[in-house]
């Protein structure tokens, strides 16, 4: 996907940039993070906070 591709990116350059790949429609970031873990077969791990005021 697009936002492995740039992950990918993001840790082989320390001159890093900002891609916007919208779609057009919102995604929660867990859901985000279920979609990566799916692409990559790899599980991340991740801490749930309470939602911001």
């Known amino acids: 996907?697009?936002?492995?591709?740039?992950?990918?990116k993001f840790k082989e350059n320390c001159?890093?940039?900002?891609?916007?790949?919208?779609?057009?429609?919102?995604y929660s970031v867990l859901e985000?993070?279920?979609a990566l873990e799916k692409?990559?077969?790899k599980t991340i791990a991740f801490k749930e906070c309470p939602?911001?005021?």
Not at 15 to 26: C, V
């Open 39 to 41: 692409a990559s077969g």
């Open 32 to 34: 985000m993070i279920k």
């Open 1 to 8: 996907t697009g936002h492995l591709a740039c992950m990918k």
């Open 15 to 26: 001159g890093l940039q900002i891609y916007n790949l919208g779609t057009g429609k919102g």
């Open 51 to 53: 939602r911001r005021p």
